[in-house]
């Protein structure tokens, strides 16, 4: 089992790194590696990711999601050996680090081969880099998904607490 961790610091709030990355549909956009991302399901992916004419497609479920914190996911079928997290750390007001951790088993010689050429790690860091230029650029997100899943399960959406009022005026 191959496995790393890779970090980055955005000059942006924590909530807006959080929803960016939620937006799996906008990762080809800042991750080369990465061709297509399909959301099936709210805790469900379909992932095209390669480089050059060499093209993988698996399926990713999200097992854990908390908004400003935290999302994990595993590979389903053939990539069932794969495994991640990012995680995002509040610095100051408008300062995030993101941290990426990954785990995966490689399949086959090419596998082998790619895992021992540290691809793999190589091309999370450049789209880290990629991902910050990205939102640092945009100054805000482009959208949000702010669910929380746990164990694999979508979790039922709480309503708002009510609010304060004062004289009739909603406080906060």
């Excluded at 080809?28 to 805790?43: D, I």
């Excluded at 999601?65 to 990012?86: C, F, K, N, T, Y």
Aim: charged share 25%.
């Amino acid at each position: 089992m191959n496995s790393f961790e890779e970090s980055i610091e955005v000059a942006v709030p924590v909530h807006t790194a959080y929803n960016q990355w939620t937006q799996f549909k906008t990762f080809p956009r800042f991750m080369p590696v990465v061709k297509e991302v399909e959301q099936l399901r709210p805790n469900l992916t379909r992932w095209v990711v390669g480089a050059g004419p060499v093209r993988h497609e698996f399926t990713a479920e999200i097992v854990e999601q908390r908004p400003d914190s935290l999302v994990a996911w595993r590979g389903l079928g053939r990539r069932a050996g794969h495994r991640g997290e990012v995680s995002f750390r509040k610095l100051a007001p408008d300062r995030t680090e993101v941290v990426v951790r990954m785990r995966f088993e490689p399949h086959g010689i090419k596998g082998r081969a790619l895992a021992r050429t540290g691809a793999t790690p190589r091309a999370v860091r450049a789209g880290l880099g990629r991902f910050k230029e990205f939102i640092e650029g945009l100054g805000q997100e482009c959208g949000a998904w702010r669910g929380v899943i746990r164990n694999g399960q979508v979790q039922p959406s709480e309503p708002d607490p009510p609010r304060s009022r004062v004289a009739g005026w909603p406080v906060g």
